[in-house]
């Protein structure tokens, strides 16, 4: 089975396409760098030529809140229109838990306007929303980092590995479409605070972590349980952090 995966070269998209051509479909990778641009069209519908159905993990060249809409917009828009097209059968999308809670933030807008704008059209559709992954986290800590110290709200976080949300995507889009949402998070629930403190200490940086209720993530300051599924349904992924970060991190 043919399944195209929008921004396939990125780090959700390579190790989806590896895991859906080991289970023996046709993956193809859908990024600028192979020929295909979900904002201009070039490409899309030469890639969706007989495919069955479509992954966009894509995410945009761009942040600030003006270009990240009109990415999310016209890329959900472009690919869309192709897919109607091509006769795909089932657009799965991976979006962001909390996104719909978190309206200052211009990222989560912009993910939530694209969620509409698949809700709204003809192709049958499944949107997955996932928490904050594992390989993230030294990021999100560099850019919480002001004057040497890492300012983090205390608030409740649900992360994941990122071969989690692969797999999970793998399972998810051969199944039947919800024409809906599906939420998937980590194992384990921590203070965002806590995590980056886990984090610093297993690759021996001594930066220090103090609590900052108004510290902004995406833009937003951020309350107890936006980060986290609250519905009771999410699926659990099974990487622990501790064996990622055994994994993961410079001996």
């Not at 999308?93 to 719909?100: F, H, T």
């Not at 806590?194 to 951020?222: I, K, M, Q």
């Not at 349980?225 to 952090?241: D, E, K, M, N």
Request: proline share 5%.
């Amino acid at each position: 089975m043919k399944i195209v995966v929008i921004g396939g070269t990125g780090l959700i998209g390579s190790k989806l396409v590896a895991q859906l051509r080991e289970d023996g479909h046709e993956p193809l990778a859908a990024s600028p760098g192979t020929g295909v641009n979900t904002l201009t069209g070039e490409g899309l519908a030469a890639a969706l030529a007989g495919a069955h159905l479509v992954v966009d993990v894509a995410n945009a060249p761009a942040w600030d809140d003006v270009a990240v809409m009109d990415f999310f917009r016209t890329s959900a828009r472009n690919v869309l229109a192709a897919e109607t097209g091509a006769g795909v059968r089932h657009h799965l999308v991976l979006s962001v838990v909390g996104a719909d809670r978190l309206p200052d933030s211009g990222y989560l807008r912009a993910k939530v306007a694209q969620e509409e704008i698949v809700r709204a059209g003809s192709v049958p559709f499944t949107i997955l929303r996932a928490t904050q992954f594992f390989e993230f986290v030294g990021r999100i800590v560099d850019s919480s980092t002001v004057d040497g110290t890492v300012r983090l709200a205390p608030v409740l976080v649900q992360p994941e590995a990122a071969d989690d949300v692969a797999a999970t995507l793998c399972d998810v889009a051969v199944d039947e479409p919800r024409n809906g949402l599906l939420e998937l998070a980590g194992p384990e629930q921590f203070r965002f605070d806590e995590l980056a403190r886990r984090f610093l200490d297993a690759n021996h940086d001594s930066r220090p972590v103090t609590v900052d209720v108004h510290a902004r993530y995406f833009g937003t300051e951020l309350a107890e349980q936006s980060l986290v599924p609250t519905g009771g349904h999410a699926r659990i992924a099974p990487t622990r952090f501790e064996d990622w970060l055994s994994r993961s991190v410079a001996v």
